[in-house]
């Protein structure tokens, strides 16, 4: 009894550790910023996570399954250039326009999650490969050429906001609500968990584990459309070399939140406020003109107290 | 439970970390000056100069330099933010920037397009926005200082064909495509080109993204593609003229095929001294910041009212004024 009190004990204190951080780094912002703490560089922060956040979201669905999804930042640069050219030359409306480039992402993840789940190949390499078919493929699209005169509404999605929340903010919010109801309520999700957990004991119980492992990259690949869309409209054009390094991003929210890289333990809250911190770390540095090599070096140094803590939890 | 703990203080240890980080990083820029001071600015304390550039190249890192000394004669406090070859990331900066309420802000872009909406977010906070070194793509005036490039790529193109008496091959090494140095320094090289329809042949261009070992690998491939038919490599930046001699040494052929850069960069003018690069094109970078901080300075002071592109003087380096380069700006 009191072994299973201690548990929880180390839970909440595990839980809000990250949450006690997040605070602690605000307070300490708001201390030597002036600028930190005003509506307008809040409404900054929450915008400027949202394609971190969302790709990181698919990364942990990836990540519970024990896999890894390198391939995110070049799923990323196709579907936005499609986006732009199809926005650009085919006369679709808008939101066909936005459906084509989340669905060409999810065949994307399609991709990776086949060689994966039905060939049985590591999905360090299977993604590796996508990585470099991905960006060779937008390379292609667009002749090595920015696509820009995008329409002036489809740029509203990158800038606007609605009820005074930037829309890329909204669209997070949705796709974590998305996802979490995925996770915790459907059977779906809680089979995502067993198949982390220990595939063989999930394959005796009758679980399709194949299936799973696909889907989890198609989800995956998912995300990468929307966090294109949005990108697309942010900087208003296609562009071939978007999205470089953002697997790196979405992987490190995703192990500061607390999912374990081998499967079968994580929260997606976790993982958003994951997102938050390195968010506000990004945006503090930049408010504090902190060069940009040391805020990797800040980053890196998060990174390995995250997963110093998550190896000791597992001790 | 004690490994936890001290898992635990490591972080806030960093944490602590990063806030002594991020002080002494204010400490330093602003001179001693504390960030609280900084909101209440009045014009007498001078402007402060928000910055972001596409990457700290080794052209950036000099051009910075220039920025900061103006910045300093001025009475300045310059922001210098460093986008990481992100377009993303740079709108993020400039909004940063925006929340931060610097005065004016000077972009040296990722992409000349990515960098548009900028543009509509510093006219909305009434902040204005200089560019420089990379041209925005657009039809609207807008504040630039930035390096001649089709006159660069005049230079380079029209010195190569002199070189090899007017007639013969070339190929064209190209810098990312769609980048406004590489548009208007391979317009340049086709202003030369014009002139000699029928005589200069292009047997090829393609971009190596302004490297050394992708030039290297593309030259070596073309020294076997047209074996023998090469006279002269025309390269959009000296790295990749250097990976371009390079494979030329490999193959011996140094002496037989002439290469020409721009940028004047300390390995080029090097390689000029050593004769294997013919000549190079050369853009104060220096004065190039320079000139940009001057800019933000009148604009904000009223003295300059006209949205204007201004161009920085292109020099030709060859053997005989290479050392200029060397005893000054390259010196030890």
């Known amino acids: 009894m009191s072994e299973k009190k201690k548990g929880i004990d180390k839970k909440w204190i595990q839980t809000y550790m990250l949450i006690f951080i997040v605070i602690g780094l605000v307070v300490v912002m708001a201390v030597v910023s002036p600028n930190f703490l005003t509506t307008t560089n809040l409404l900054n922060v929450v915008r400027q996570i949202a394609i971190n956040g969302i790709l990181a979201i698919g990364m942990t669905v990836v990540c519970l399954t024990g896999g890894i999804d390198l391939s995110v930042g070049s799923i990323v640069a196709f579907s936005g250039i499609v986006t732009a050219g199809l926005l650009r030359d085919s006369g679709l409306p808008m939101i066909v326009v936005v459906l084509i480039a989340v669905v060409v992402g999810a065949l994307m993840g399609l991709y990776n999650g086949y060689f994966v789940a039905y060939w049985n190949a590591a999905p360090f390499v299977v993604t590796l490969s996508m990585m470099t078919i991905g960006r060779g493929m937008t390379y292609v699209y667009c002749d090595g050429r920015p696509i820009s005169n995008l329409p002036t509404n489809f740029l509203a999605i990158g800038k606007g906001s609605i009820a005074g929340i930037p829309v890329p903010t909204i669209i997070l919010i949705i796709v974590f609500l998305l996802a ?29 584990v194949k299936r799973i492992k696909m889907m989890v990259y198609v989800l995956s690949g998912t995300a990468c459309g929307i966090a294109a869309i949005i990108l697309t409209a942010r900087v208003s054009a296609g562009l071939p070399t978007a999205g470089s390094g953002y697997e790196l991003d979405a992987i490190a929210a995703t192990v500061i939140g607390g999912t374990s890289l081998s499967g079968g333990r994580g929260r997606l809250w976790g993982t958003i406020v994951g997102a938050i911190l390195l968010g506000i770390v990004n945006n503090g540095l930049d408010l504090l003109n902190v060069s940009s090599f040391y805020q990797q070096i800040v980053k890196g140094l998060i990174i390995l107290g995250a997963i110093l803590i998550d190896s000791k939890r597992n001790q | 439970m004690k490994k936890k703990v001290l ?124 560019g420089v070194n990379m041209l925005f793509n657009t039809d609207e005036p807008y504040h630039y200082v930035g390096p001649d490039d089709v006159l660069a790529g005049e230079l380079e193109m029209q010195n ?147 949205k204007e592109l201004s161009y920085i003087d292109m020099k030709w380096i060859t053997k005989d004024n290479v050392d200029e380069l060397l005893t000054t700006i390259y010196a030890e």
């Open chain 1, 180 to 208: 979490s109801v995925m996770l915790t309520k459907l059977k779906f999700g809680r089979y995502i968990y067993a198949v982390g957990g220990n595939d063989n004991a999930a394959m005796v119980s009758g679980i399709n």
């Open chain 2, 7 to 130: 898992s635990m203080l490591l972080v806030i240890a960093m944490t602590a970390g990063l806030a002594m980080g991020c002080s002494s990083g204010v400490d330093e820029d602003a001179g001693g000056e504390t960030a609280g001071t900084k909101s209440s600015k009045s014009k007498e304390d001078g402007y402060t100069i928000g910055c972001t550039v596409y990457y700290m190249t080794e052209f950036v890192t000099l051009m910075v330099e220039g920025m900061q000394s103006r910045a300093d004669d001025l009475g300045c406090d310059l922001v210098m933010l460093d986008a990481g070859q992100d377009a993303q990331n740079q709108i993020t900066q400039v909004e940063n920037l925006i929340a931060q309420k610097v005065d004016v802000i000077i972009v040296a872009a990722v992409d000349s397009d990515a960098i548009l909406p900028a543009i509509e977010m510093c006219d909305q906070a009434g902040i204005p926005l200089i």
């Open chain 2, 160 to 306: 190569a064909i002199d070189k090899i008496g007017g007639e013969g091959n070339v190929v064209i090494l190209e810098g990312p495509i769609g980048q406004s140095a590489q548009i208007q320094r391979l317009e340049g090289n086709e202003n030369v080109l014009a002139k000699y329809e029928g005589k200069i042949e292009v047997l090829a261009q393609q971009t190596a993204n302004w490297s050394r070992e992708e030039a290297l690998t593309l030259v070596e491939n073309w020294l076997e593609t047209f074996s023998g038919e090469i006279d002269a490599i025309v390269a959009h930046n000296d790295e990749m003229a250097l990976g371009a001699i390079q494979a030329l040494e490999a193959a011996g052929l140094t002496d037989q095929i002439v290469v020409t850069g721009v940028d004047a960069i300390l390995d080029g003018c090097n390689a000029i001294s050593d004769g294997t690069l013919l000549g190079s094109v050369y853009q104060d970078a220096a004065k190039e910041g320079s000139d940009a901080v001057q800019k933000a300075y009148d604009v904000l002071e009223g003295t300059l009212t006209e």
